[in-house]
T-cell receptor, first 114, second 112 residues
Framework: NAGVTQTPKFQVLKTGQSMTLQCAQDMNHEYMSWYRQDPGMGLRLIHY???????DQGEVPNGYNVSRSTTEDFPLRLLSAAPSQTSVYFC?????????????FGPGTRLTVT | QQQVKQSPQSLIVQKGGISIINCAYENTAFDYFPWYQQFPGKGPALLIAIRPDVSEKKEGRFTISFNKSAKQFSLHIMDSQPGDSATYFCAASPTGTYKYIFGTGTRLKVLA
């Protein structure tokens, strides 16, 4: 198994541009989530999904959209990039965190918005 | 607002020493408390986790101590090794939710 994969690894955007961060998992996990990691802030939940077709907002959802059309994929869309969205983005998946199962994280995407 | 407070921000320990990282939480409805380890350029990985009905859990050199009345939990790394140098995050999960709330992280450096 490849686990959780994320593309791209690095990205530079100009303010106002849009882009999609890709996340895929091959573990048949129902739960997937997106976090952003900023210095001194830890990881903050952006959006999450408990299964195909079901998504919900996390702690910092503004400026981001998600959809979950398949169990495997959970892309994160930045609608109009802002410098405040410069961060490292991590995707994670889990069997069922309601049962306190482990969350598996991808390697991250480092995004810079100029 | 941060509901899980982690300290210290950074920690330097001699090889063979004990590393201790502390976390405190505010919401009494949390029911799962994991610790994640993150190496530079990598995603976080689960190290050890505990539920509030247990006061201590040990896995190898890593121990979680949990104090429900004080709403605190801590990670102890015994016989710390240079390979343990990483950033450590505590987290808490509210009961019945799919959300994890992370602490701000502790950067541990173990000197050889």
């Amino acid at each position: 198994n490849a686990g959780v994969t994320q593309t791209p690894k690095f990205q530079v955007l100009k303010t106002g541009q849009s882009m999609t961060l890709q996340c895929a998992q091959d573990m048949n996990h129902e739960y997937m989530s997106w976090y952003r990691q900023d210095p001194g802030m830890g990881l903050r939940l952006i959006h999450y999904s408990v299964g195909a077709g079901i998504t919900d907002q996390g702690e910092v959802p503004n400026g981001y959209n998600v959809s979950r059309s398949t169990t495997e994929d959970f892309p994160l869309r930045l609608l109009s990039a802002a410098p405040s969205q410069t961060s490292v983005y991590f995707c994670a998946s889990s069997y069922d965190p309601g049962q306190s199962y482990e969350q598996y994280f991808g390697p991250g995407t480092r995004l810079t918005v100029t | 607002q941060q509901q899980v407070k982690q300290s210290p921000q950074s920690l330097i320990v001699q090889k063979g020493g004990i590393s201790i990282i502390n976390c405190a939480y505010e919401n009494t409805a949390f029911d799962y408390f994991p610790w994640y380890q993150q190496f530079p350029g990598k995603g976080p990985a689960l190290l050890i986790a505990i539920r509030p009905d247990v006061s201590e859990k040990k896995e190898g050199r890593f121990t979680i101590s949990f104090n429900k009345s004080a709403k605190q939990f801590s990670l102890h790394i015994m016989d710390s090794q240079p390979g343990d140098s990483a950033t450590y995050f505590c987290a808490a999960s509210p009961t019945g939710t799919y959300k994890y709330i992370f602490g701000t992280g502790t950067r541990l450096k173990v000197l050889a």
